[in-house]
């Protein structure tokens, strides 16, 4: 499919990019920026930059960067056209596909998906219509799954013979190198091909629009080799500590209650759903992350954590409050009795008992009380003040000042205690987690500033002061209007440019300039073909890569187009500057090797005219 030019820059320019990724990540405006945590990598300190005026975003961390629909592709793990058909309709517009036979072909990640679904659909048959899927289907009838609801969740079955879905895949000619990337087949050391969920019932896991992303395999039969469950490896489609099971059946519901009931496991889902409670999502054996709680405040801020009650369940449900609040979300727990999870609850005392309990859920607060008066830690003064100390820690992580303010009163009255008291425990609290973001902070900017300029060619003229003054020049073509920018190309050439990528992403901003009489960066970026040049450019557009002092004079409360027209007179003499300094060196040279009188005049002439033009532009530029 073909969608026009035209089209994809009318959704484009249609949308901000920053609602867009504010709706997958709390972004906080710095400057001319807005900055969050990376959803692409894990982080405590934010490098991951939207620039609102240029329509593009970058991470210092992973280096992950581009336009809004790259952001869509990227998180969604989506091809572009589903990128643009999601934004089209957000935004109202009609989406016309332009069939094209060469386009016909699916890429890679649409290869994977298929995969994923064809073999999604074999196991559902497996259990649903195959005679050897009694012994699942037993299983799920035990615990009270209504064919629907095994329906509605793709649920399936893998045969206990080892090489089933083999010849399956056999039969349909699928692409066995990509059945391992997706980790539904195996390959012995030796070469050999096998099933990866023989004898376990399967439970699809997809992505929040729908896709099925990866499976999980549950063994029936204790002889079964493995553990309890076999999940699919990551994947280009699948990225385990983002993904929420459910969400893609929850999400309408999670937006309609505005609030999203968060359990463990994937069969404590499906009892709450059949009995009518859908604004429920699983974190599926894995510790709840910080993606996962990014992606989930695009729908809701206000959760309830319903976990066991094991030793295992409380300790989940601790780590949950503080990457919650981190994240700005208001949190109630909600506990079941001893020996109890949603699943057996739910089916034991139905729906109304569950709400009724889910009703009584505690803030956090309440509920690391409650905790720590039954470990013991009030029973004397040294445990009670650890207990304390405790309760204040998740406090520094919330970021609104009065939400802090009255949880400081609610804990003195508490413990009838002094606010000064519990306020200086706070401090030291939020002092830690400050010195903890500095001190990687500062790693990453060491790490940056020790990294080898790779200039892009070995000309030896190129110095740091030169590089310097090209990516003002560059950085000046994307910050000044027309003027500037047509000053810029009717004063340098590009050969003037001596590091390599400099001269490719002037040529590039040229034609792009030439072509549409302004420069749209989001577009811009899509035009480079090397990833390394692409990945530059947006290190010069949000500044890590060492750029004058001069910008920060100019840039962005004093920015003004007479500001930027004459420094880039400067910079451009400057530059020419560095030309004649290079070219008077080169005169140097060869006059060293002139073997003639007649030679060494004209080179001592020419490098007067060489010296007398750079005293020129030196005087200029003062």
């Known amino acids: 499919m073909r969608i026009s030019e035209q089209k994809i820059e009318q959704i484009r320019s249609s949308v901000s990019i920053v609602d867009i990724i504010s709706e997958f990540v709390q972004l906080r405006k710095r400057g001319k920026n807005y900055v969050g945590l990376c959803p692409f990598h894990n982080e405590k300190t934010p490098s991951f930059t939207v620039n609102e005026e240029k329509q593009i975003y970058h991470c210092f961390g992973c280096h992950s960067g581009g336009n809004v629909y790259k952001f869509l592709m990227e998180y969604d793990k989506i091809s572009f056209v589903e990128a643009v058909q999601e934004l089209a309709d957000k935004t109202g517009i009609e989406l016309e596909l332009e069939k094209n036979i060469s386009d016909e072909q699916q890429n890679e990640l649409e290869e994977l998906y298929e995969l994923n679904n064809i073999s999604a659909r074999y196991f559902s048959d497996q259990l649903l219509v195959n005679n050897e899927g009694e012994a699942a289907r037993k299983y799920f009838e035990e615990r009270k799954l209504t064919l629907k609801t095994l329906r509605v969740f793709g649920l399936g079955y893998s045969l206990p013979a080892n090489n089933s879905f083999i010849s399956f895949a056999e039969e349909k000619k699928l692409d066995f190198n990509k059945l391992i990337t997706l980790g539904l087949v195996g390959r012995s050391e030796k070469g050999r091909l096998y099933d990866r969920y023989p004898g376990r019932i399967i439970f699809p896991i997809f992505s929040p629009n729908g896709r099925v992303i990866a499976f999980a395999g549950r063994k029936l039969d204790e002889r079964t080799p493995g553990g309890k469950y076999i999940n699919s490896p990551e994947t280009p489609i699948y990225i385990k500590g983002r993904t929420l099971y459910g969400l893609s059946h929850a999400k309408d519901e999670i937006r309609k209650k505005g609030m999203a009931i968060i359990v463990e496991g994937y069969m ?10 859908k604004n429920v999502v699983a974190v599926s054996g894995t510790a709840f992350t910080e993606e996962q ?15 066991d009650s094991d030793t295992a369940g409380i300790n989940a449900s601790m780590r949950s409050i503080e990457i919650l609040l981190g994240q700005d979300f208001e949190i109630k727990i909600a506990t079941l009795p001893k020996g109890e999870d949603p699943d057996s609850f739910v089916n034991n005392f139905g729906k109304i008992k569950f709400q009724e309990n889910l009703d009584k859920a505690q803030n956090f607060l309440e509920y690391q009380t409650a905790y720590y008066e039954s470990e013991g830690m009030f029973d004397d003064s040294g445990k009670t003040a650890d207990a304390i100390r405790e309760l204040v820690k998740p406090a520094a992580l919330i970021k609104d000042e009065l939400k802090r ?6 804990i003195a009255k508490k413990f009838n205690l002094r606010e000064m008291l519990i306020e200086a425990e706070l401090n030291k609290a939020i002092k830690n987690i400050s010195t903890l973001e500095s ?54 050439n590009f050969d003037d440019f001596k590091d390599e990528r400099h001269q490719e992403i002037v040529k590039k901003v040229s034609a792009h300039f030439l072509q549409k009489e302004n420069i749209e960066v989001s577009l811009l970026l899509d035009e480079f073909q090397d990833e390394k040049v692409e990945l530059y450019l947006r290190e010069i557009l949000f500044d890590k890569h060492s750029i004058s002092s001069k910008w920060e004079e100019l840039l962005p409360d004093s920015q003004s187009e007479f500001k930027l027209f004459n420094y880039a007179v400067e910079v451009v003499n400057k530059m020419k500057i560095n030309i004649l300094e290079n070219l008077i060196q080169q005169n140097l040279q060869k006059l060293e090797q002139a073997e003639n009188e007649e030679e060494k005049f004209e080179l001592i002439k020419l490098g007067n005219e060489l010296k007398n033009e750079r005293l020129n532009l030196l005087k200029e530029t003062k």
Do not use: C, H, M
Not at 268 to 277: H, K, R, S
Not at 405 to 410: A, E, Q, V
């Open 405 to 410: 303010s009255l949880l400081i009163k609610t």
């Open 293 to 307: 709680v990014q992606l989930l405040s695009r729908y809701t801020k206000n959760v309830t954590l319903l976990f």
């Open 439 to 492: 001190t990687q902070q500062r790693r990453t900017n060491i790490q940056q500033k020790t990294e080898l300029s790779d200039a892009g060619n070995k000309d030896i003229s190129t110095t740091l002061i030169n590089l310097q003054t090209e990516r003002d020049l560059i950085k000046l073509l994307f910050e000044g209007d027309v003027e500037v920018i047509k000053y810029i190309f009717d004063n340098l």
């Open 268 to 277: 404590d889902l499906l009892a709450l759903v059949q009995n009518e409670i």
